[in-house]
């Protein structure tokens, strides 16, 4: 004897349908926040990763930096290393200094003195580099975006001596040579604040 097939009634269709849709609205709103979480994981470490490079890129220059006097652009003499330039043309300028640079000359093993300064100028950390060390006022920047989103930048004067120790300022006697080492704060978007302390090879 054949059974009569049963089939599905309105009121399961229907209860079916709601668990699915549960179920759905639970897996999309658990896929769109992984997304969004990847997404920002991927920005951060983007940019943590700019950070590194900019630090770096400091942590080069100012380890190598020279106590080398120049001529500014109108022939006036400029301290081997200049912090928080008062020079109208240079606002945001937080450094600028000689540094010694490899030559990129092939089997070359010598170095060139390099006049550079670092700026901070709407939220972007910019390397500017000159050809050449006593300039005129034409002579040409080259400039190179490092870091942005910045919020804020902070250079400090670290200085040490066996009478006082340690002593960290945003003041700087030009007369002195150089100092012990330069300390930078960075201070990201997030409000996060990276700080570090490089040591100049030539200071005191």
Same mark, same amino acid.
């Given at each position: 004897?054949?059974?009569?097939?049963?089939?599905?009634?309105?009121?399961?269709?229907?209860? !079916?349908?709601?668990?699915?849709?549960?179920? &759905?609205?639970?897996?999309?709103?658990?896929?769109?926040?992984?997304?969004?979480?990847?997404?920002?994981?991927?920005?951060?470490?983007?940019?943590?990763?700019?950070?590194?490079?900019?630090?770096? !890129?400091?942590?080069?220059?100012?380890?190598?930096?020279?106590?080398?006097?120049?001529?500014?652009?109108?022939?006036?003499?400029?301290?081997?290393?200049?912090?928080?330039?008062? +020079?109208?043309?240079?606002?945001?300028?937080?450094?600028?200094?000689?540094?010694?640079?490899?030559?990129?000359?092939?089997?070359?093993?010598?170095?060139?003195?390099?006049?550079?300064?670092?700026?901070?100028?709407? &939220? +972007?950390?910019?390397?500017?580099?000159?050809?050449?060390? +006593?300039?005129?006022?034409?002579?040409?920047?080259? $400039?190179?975006?490092?870091?942005?989103?910045?919020?804020?930048?902070?250079?400090?004067?670290?200085?040490?001596?066996?009478?006082?120790?340690?002593?960290?300022?945003?003041?700087?006697?030009?007369?002195? &040579?150089?100092?012990?080492?330069?300390?930078?704060?960075?201070?990201?978007?997030?409000?996060?604040?990276?700080? $570090?302390?490089?040591?100049?090879?030539? &200071?005191?």
């Amino acid at each position: 004897m054949i059974q009569p097939q049963r089939g599905f009634t309105l009121l399961e269709m229907v209860v !079916a349908i709601g668990i699915f849709a549960v179920i &759905g609205a639970g897996s999309y709103a658990t896929l769109s926040s992984t997304l969004e979480t990847h997404r920002e994981l991927t920005s951060r470490n983007g940019a943590l990763g700019d950070l590194q490079t900019t630090l770096a !890129a400091l942590e080069r220059d100012i380890r190598f930096l020279a106590s080398r006097p120049v001529q500014d652009g109108f022939g006036d003499p400029e301290a081997a290393l200049v912090v928080r330039p008062d +020079d109208p043309l240079a606002q945001g300028e937080l450094l600028r200094f000689t540094v010694y640079t490899p030559s990129i000359e092939p089997g070359a093993d010598w170095v060139l003195p390099r006049r550079v300064a670092w700026r901070f100028e709407d &939220g +972007d950390l910019l390397r500017v580099a000159w050809r050449v060390l +006593d300039r005129d006022q034409d002579s040409d920047e080259q $400039r190179h975006v490092l870091a942005t989103g910045l919020v804020d930048a902070i250079v400090s004067i670290v200085e040490w001596s066996p009478e006082s120790g340690i002593r960290v300022g945003s003041e700087w006697n030009k007369d002195a &040579g150089l100092p012990s080492g330069i300390e930078i704060a960075l201070t990201t978007g997030d409000g996060r604040q990276y700080r $570090r302390v490089f040591e100049i090879a030539n &200071g005191n």
